[in-house]
């Protein structure tokens, strides 16, 4: 694997934000499609070793989502939260995110994709009501299931592109 | 005027935050309506040189809003976002902000009500997903016209608590 296909995560400490920058061998549009179709995004999202079923997914300007992850002990984790605006490849997805286990703490996050030579430069960035809130995340261990989740995504990428 | 019902914005340097404490001479269930009611909040929202009008309001899970601004020369501002969950004194509000004339730029807020004997102090929190896009929000003049409207609220607030 190449490095251009590395996941860089920047957090300056003590800002309520996340950034994160990631390239994949895929035009914007099925970006778009694997981060707003659920049947596509329960396939890559989190860690080889939990599974995820989404309860809804409506990728609109009002829309909610939800999702339940669990592994081999069966213990179940759910997030959710809503879009804001239409999701498009000209302006990402912007939505709020909200982990059920730690109610209250929802942080909100932005989508862009940047397309160039048939390649997608994904720009994530997430900001967290308190700081606080955001070094739980981190301490949480998302960074490691993130980097699984997007080589999980790599892989379906490729199939998805065969297939077209 | 007491002090204790003086509005205090705190604005670190570099932060992609701003907080905001209020305190009102009102209970929690009635801050919740004139921040949830459309026909209530268009009544103080702003400075007194703006009048607001609500195309939609609609506070529940997923629910959008979108109100018009507008001044003497009948030139129009609109602002639009989405809540995150039910509103309730419980949980407070959360909700996305953007201004139709800077699309792209969106922004998260939180909004918690303490009762104590019979008053409520309000804490609402914004989060950017840029510090630039903050900067920009308070170089607007944002701070006069918030701190009029709490005013503004102020007495709307003696008028519903006499109604009732």
Same mark, same amino acid.
């Given at each position: 694997?190449?490095t ?16 994160i920058?990631?390239e994949?061998?895929?035009?914007? /549009?099925l970006l778009?499609r694997?981060h707003?179709? #659920?049947e ?6 989190? #860690?080889?070793?939990?599974q995820t079923?989404?309860d809804?997914l409506? /990728? ?26 239409? #999701? ?16 209250g ?7 862009a ?6 390649r997608t ?12 809130a ?7 261990g ?5 980097n699984e989740?997007?080589?999980r995504?790599?892989?379906?990428? /490729?199939?998805?592109?065969?297939d077209?």
């Amino acid at each position: 694997m190449s490095t251009s296909t590395k996941t860089q995560l920047t957090v300056e400490p003590g800002s309520h934000a996340m950034e994160i920058v990631r390239e994949f061998d895929a035009p914007a /549009a099925l970006l778009l499609r694997v981060h707003t179709e #659920p049947e596509l995004m329960a396939q890559w999202l989190g #860690p080889r070793r939990l599974q995820t079923r989404f309860d809804r997914l409506e /990728a609109h300007d009002g829309g909610r989502y939800r999702f339940v992850q669990w592994g081999e002990d069966g213990t179940e984790h759910a997030f959710r939260g809503v879009f804001h605006g239409d #999701p498009s490849v000209e302006d990402g997805i912007r939505q709020t995110f909200e982990y059920e286990g730690a109610p209250g703490h929802v942080s909100f996050q932005t989508l862009a994709f940047e397309e160039h030579d048939g390649r997608t430069t994904l720009h994530a960035t997430s900001v967290f009501t308190t700081v606080q809130a955001r070094d739980m995340m981190l301490a949480s261990g998302m960074e490691g299931g993130m980097n699984e989740g997007y080589e999980r995504l790599d892989e379906l990428l /490729a199939r998805l592109t065969v297939d077209e």
